[in-house]
């Protein structure tokens, strides 16, 4: 055998063993109809792999097609270069505003991806910020190319989306609160490429209307371009003839696209639909009819609550703010007295938000994806949402909603404050006029107990079955007059549970300032200890050595630091998803 052969069969088997990672990564939930789906959610799992499983499983020599709002991760551009080596073509819609034009054109020229304009594909660029029209005083909204999705064509099997709350970036995969939805369907998969074909050639019709060439991209229209201007009416009505339809065929998963689908009315229709209850974790409420609908809907009974990330000062339209607000002015969250409304304000990095966009309906129904509830996001950005109604799938999103709630509002606590008499139960007088006045029982009469409240806001425990495991996410701080960890260096969590033992790496990016974070999957109800370590990139730790004295391990002096000291983390006893936070208490090697 020639070194060229055996350097091709070395490179086939590790293609061969990606893919089988990939494969064994990603696990589905049926649907029916041939269609299956998942769901994952950050910071506490890790979507970047999952993301990345989907990418390994593209067939040789296939396309990936991608729409993104911004673009800022590298460990994309380390896989895109990975997948030209078995010819898989990475083709890109960014917003013209997200774009770090040097670095991508670099990219593009090393064939990892496409993105700019080529003599391949002439019509490709980044998408213009003004999907509709807007200048000055007219009646048109700024608007922002906002989908985030890919179409991935595997080597077997149906083809797969991968769509959600999440951009490329650091802050979504490490420190935001971001869903995925991951969708194993041709039809459905048509529908996202479609959407993508219509990015690019809009893009087209916007640089071709404003003679802006191939290589700028416009962020607004000429000062001359009045509403009755020619040239002006002649693109919006070339954008408009572009739009179409989705045509969903599948009663469980629908997708829908703005501005051609109108997703406020999508959205409203499936809000109507509930009948006990609707979960929103949402960065914004911006539209008038959506607040209307919920406050409607809790008005008749149906239990409302919505994690909102804090901060909502650009709401447009007055029914919006009042939902927030009350009649005064801005102080916090002054509620709908009978939507109960938890302000979320994320502090794991930087630039951390609750930046969700998703509704459960009687824990059965999901509303998920790109779409802001905004005037501008459903009558001129380009967004899109996926409807999945199945239990099993909804009960991944309860699941999240059920952490953060228990994050921000902890039942036990929330009870505590409720039962005034300190007897462990909440009658109904005690119950009445609070948010969470529809506490029900099938008598109405009788006490609530707090083993009931957390059954209430956890569908999915129980009581029968204890959960086996809890998901840990560890962010730890280093005290660092800086935004990163010193240069050589990376921090790990480490313990003598089996899930500790072989150490877990924690990661940092700009966007997270001096937090790092790691994940690992712990028993639920237990109580684990843990050490921090700092050690140089690619250097033994020697776990025992360091559990046993604290101190740094023998022989790797200069290498390995530990604080010496131990920490323990009392994982949920019901399974929920848990945030442990710890600071670094050791010496700085770099100082």
């Not at 063993?17 to 950050?42: H, K, P, T």
């Not at 954008?239 to 999508?266: C, E, H, I, M």
């Not at 129904?365 to 899109?384: C, K, L, P, Q, R």
């Not at 300032?513 to 994940?519: I, T, V």
């Amino acid at each position: 055998m020639t070194l060229r052969t055996l350097f091709a069969t070395v490179c086939l088997l590790i293609m061969v063993a990606c893919v089988a990672r990939a494969q064994d990564a990603l696990e589905w939930i049926d649907l029916g109809n041939g269609v299956q789906a998942q769901a994952y959610f950050s910071p506490y799992e890790s979507m970047d792999e999952k993301l990345i499983a989907a990418l390994d499983l593209a067939a040789d020599d296939s396309t990936v097609y991608m729409s993104y709002y911004s673009f800022s991760n590298s460990t994309y551009t380390k896989k895109f270069a990975e997948l030209k080596k078995r010819g898989v073509k990475v083709k890109l819609n960014l917003w013209d505003n997200s774009v770090s034009e040097d670095r991508l054109r670099s990219d593009q020229d090393k064939g990892y991806l496409q993105i700019f304009p080529s003599a391949e594909d002439p019509s490709s660029g980044v998408i213009p910020n003004l999907r509709k029209p807007h200048s000055g005083s007219h009646d048109y909204y700024p608007a922002s190319m906002h989908t985030k999705f890919t179409v991935v064509t595997p080597a077997s099997g149906p083809r797969i989306v991968v769509t959600g709350s999440a951009n490329l970036s650091n802050s979504a995969a490490l420190a935001n609160y971001e869903h995925l939805i991951m969708i194993r369907s041709d039809a459905i998969a048509a529908e996202f490429e479609k959407e993508w074909h219509e990015q690019r050639k809009a893009g087209e019709i916007m640089r071709d209307a404003l003679g802006a060439g191939t290589d700028e991209f416009p962020l607004s229209l000429p000062s001359t371009w009045t509403s009755s201007n020619p040239e002006f009416k002649a693109m919006r009505s070339k954008l408009w003839d572009l739009d179409a339809r989705t045509d969903n065929s599948d009663p469980t998963v629908q997708t829908y696209f703005s501005p051609d689908d109108g997703l406020a009315d999508k959205l409203m229709q499936q809000l109507e639909r509930a009948e006990r209850s609707i979960k929103v974790a949402i960065y914004v409420i911006a539209h008038d009819g959506i607040a209307d609908v919920l406050r409607r809907k809790a008005a008749s009974g149906v239990d409302v609550t919505i994690l909102a990330n804090a901060g909502h000062e650009g709401m447009e339209g007055g029914a919006s703010k009042q939902f927030f607000y009350g009649d005064g002015d801005y102080e916090g969250f002054i509620k709908d007295k009978n939507v109960h409304v938890v302000p979320i304000e994320n502090e794991l990095g930087l630039y951390s938000k609750n930046h969700h966009k998703y509704a459960i309906v009687d824990d059965q129904i999901v509303i998920g994806g790109s779409f802001n509830w905004s005037y501008i996001a459903t009558s001129a950005s380009d967004e899109n949402i996926a409807v999945i109604d199945n239990a099993e799938f909804a009960a991944r999103f309860v699941k999240d909603f059920a952490m953060i709630l228990e994050t921000y509002e902890p039942v036990a606590e929330l009870f505590n404050d409720v039962d005034e008499n300190g007897d462990g139960s909440l009658s109904p007088q005690e119950r009445a006029g609070h948010p969470h006045a529809r506490w029900a029982k099938d008598d109405a009469d009788a006490p609530l107990s707090l083993d009931e409240l957390r059954a209430y806001r956890m569908p999915f425990v129980d009581p029968a079955a204890p959960a086996e495991e809890t998901r840990v996410l560890f962010v730890v701080e280093f005290p660092k007059g800086s935004d990163y960890m010193p240069r050589g260096y990376d921090f790990m969590v480490i313990g003598e549970h089996p899930a500790l033992k072989a150490g877990i790496e924690l990661k940092n990016s700009r966007s997270t300032g001096n937090n790092c974070f790691g994940s690992a999957t712990l028993p639920a109800g237990e109580e684990v200890e843990y050490r921090l370590v700092l050690r140089k990139y690619g250097k033994p730790v020697s776990i025992s050595d360091l559990l046993v004295t604290g101190g740094n391990a023998s022989g790797t002096s200069g290498n390995v630091f530990s604080d010496g000291e131990a920490r323990a983390v009392a994982t949920n006893p019901y399974g929920l998803p848990m945030i442990v936070k710890a600071r670094w208490s050791g010496a700085n090697p770099v100082n």
